[in-house]
């Protein structure tokens, strides 16, 4: 499967952003979606994810109560809102097939990334 996100953008505090990570080429409905994000000179951590029936989801703490992640056919979506500046960070989405989720290393398919800047 070959996923391209997109949707990134800069933003104030408080405000609102919505990405997307469109699917191409094998089923997708047959993967788990995961969305993470890497800060500069940090390491790439989970943010949230949508099981492949779309029935699961969970979150990280930082994100739970601002961000929904959702997903139809061929799309997988992250909703921020209320964002911070702490929440800058290059986004990514991922897909897998493995029941652990929270770890980048279980992933097979990337995505690009998508730049968020929040500014105070």
């Known amino acids: 499967v070959q996923l391209q996100a997109s949707g990134g953008g800069l933003v104030q505090a408080g405000g609102s952003l919505r990405l997307s990570c469109a699917a191409s080429?094998?089923?997708?409905?047959?993967?788990?979606v995961g969305w993470f994000r890497q800060a500069p000179g940090k390491d790439r951590y989970f943010v949230a994810y949508i099981s492949n029936s779309g029935s699961t989801t969970d979150y990280a703490d930082s994100v739970k109560g601002r961000f929904t992640i959702s997903r139809d056919k061929n799309t997988a979506y992250l909703q921020m809102d209320s964002l911070k500046p702490e929440d800058t960070a290059i986004y990514y989405c991922a897909a897998q097939t493995n029941v652990h989720y929270y770890s980048p290393a279980n992933y097979g398919y990337w995505g690009q990334g998508t730049q968020v800047t929040v500014s105070s």
């Open positions: 080429g094998r089923a997708f409905r047959s993967y788990s």
